[in-house]
């Protein structure tokens, strides 16, 4: 072999080795992409939302200074994400029934002609807003960034940052922990278009039905007044499929 041919080749190796260390160099160098937020969302969403359409129950207790205060029951019938009834089972609150559609709400009164409009944020009951129980889907509702991974009580999370891309959404901003290992929802802090913090939830308990993880249980805390929180427990939920009249807003058999 001529001498040309064998520096050549060595030439050759050397450029090679040096371009596997370079490319090896960069690969170890370069920050590891960012988690799919909107991914990771969606799947969080589905704790709370199994099924396409579904019915369930929720019991609120409300609690000032760690007492109970008082209880209220409400039956949920949820088609898509557009589409929410509510009726109110409390004694108390018998015939009152809660309406949305899309980005609009309201509340039927039994002692008025007509439904009253309503926002979802406005309190349903203690801590919880009309939104809290109506409008759950939050890949609907806000467009998440991915803001950091954080190792909690719960175990590793991820924290996304949701910023309102709807005016029916509940809240402006909402800071987001779930768990990496399967996106399951562990808490939330809510604020307003003012940058305010309100509330705070931790989602505590989780259920299993028919092969789906559903939440069972979540606590609001009041940011505003300390000693006050809500319990919301779920209970009863089953897929159904929804009659589209039971969602129209022109209805008169509401009572």
């Known amino acids: ?132 129980v109506a409008r759950t889907n939050y890949a609907a509702d806000y467009t998440p960034v991915y803001v950091r991974t954080e190792k909690i009580d719960a175990g590793e999370c991820y924290v996304l940052d949701l910023t309102a891309k709807r005016k029916g959404a509940t809240y402006q901003r909402i800071l987001f922990w779930v768990r990496v290992e ?12 003012s940058g305010k913090h309100i509330k705070s939830a931790t989602f505590d308990e989780y259920m299993t039905i028919g092969g789906r993880t559903q939440l069972r249980r979540m606590t609001l805390y009041d940011e505003i007044r300390h000693n006050s929180h809500s319990v919301l427990e779920y209970s009863g939920i089953a897929p159904r499929e929804l009659p589209d009249k039971l969602f129209y807003q022109g209805r008169t058999d509401r009572f």
């Not at 060595?10 to 960012?34: D, K, N, Q, R």
């Not at 109970?68 to 994400?81: C, F, I, P, R």
């Not at 399967?182 to 278009?193: G, H, K, N, S």
């Open 182 to 193: 399967d996106a399951r929802p562990v808490r939330a802090e809510f604020y307003l278009t």
């Open 1 to 132: 072999m001529s001498n040309v041919n064998c520096a050549l080749r060595t030439f050759l190796l050397v450029f090679f080795v040096s371009f596997l260390l370079a490319c090896a160099l960069v690969a170890h160098a370069a920050p590891p992409a960012a988690p799919d937020a909107d991914a990771i969302l969606k799947r969080a969403d589905t704790y709370r939302n199994g099924w396409p359409s579904y019915v369930l129950h929720v019991k609120i207790t409300n609690f000032e200074s760690d007492e109970a205060d008082e209880e209220k029951l409400y039956e949920v019938s949820q088609k898509g994400t557009e589409k929410t009834y509510v009726e109110f089972m409390s004694p108390r609150e018998k015939g009152e029934h809660l309406l949305m559609l899309g980005d609009d709400m309201w509340v039927y009164l039994p002692d008025t002609s007509r439904p009253v409009r309503i926002t979802p944020l406005e309190r349903l009951s203690g801590d919880a807003s009309n939104g809290d």
